[in-house]
């Protein structure tokens, strides 16, 4: 991947950023749940963890789209070819797995599985840190 200095310290930057926000904050809600926790619960968890990811210190809340968005937005906007990187194509094929969870919401008495949820939340975690580990390898 050919970026700039300052474009790849940039970019590290913001894949710091998500990797606390979205990687952290995803899979916090449902890992908090107990084992036992009823469909309503795991329903309320994964509206917390996919449409009220982060909030700041002044309330304000961000989803995870909105978050992905802004981040994709940025990349893709940078110096170089990140597009092209592999760990940034993985990155983006996990959040939209990911995301495709918001579907589930619109039927509260569907049962989740909370282990798929899990996985494709951990996914975008390792995702992350991928790229992550790419841009400070070319460095």
């Known amino acids: ?3 700039t200095a300052a474009d790849r ?3 590290l930057d913001r894949v710091l950023d998500l990797q606390h926000d979205l990687g952290k904050y995803l899979r916090l809600p449902l890992r908090m749940l107990p084992k036992n926790a009823s469909d309503a619960d795991v329903h309320a968890a994964l509206h917390e963890a996919l449409l009220t990811t982060r ?3 002044k309330g304000a809340v961000r989803g995870a789209r909105a978050m992905w968005d ?3 937005s940025a990349a893709s906007s940078s110096s170089g ?3 092209k990187s592999a ?3 993985a990155l983006r094929a996990a959040v939209e797995r990911a995301l495709t969870w918001e579907s589930a919401l619109a039927d509260p008495k ?3 599985s909370r282990a798929a949820v899990d996985d494709d939340f951990a996914a975008v975690q390792a995702a992350l840190a ?3 580990d790419e841009l400070e390898t070319d460095g």
């Open 110 to 112: 569907k049962t989740i």
């Open 70 to 72: 802004e981040f994709a």
């Open 130 to 132: 991928a790229l992550r």
């Open 87 to 89: 760990a940034f194509t």
């Open 81 to 83: 070819d990140l597009a």
């Open 55 to 57: 909030r700041d210190a």
């Open 1 to 3: 991947m050919a970026l």
């Open 9 to 11: 310290e940039a970019l």
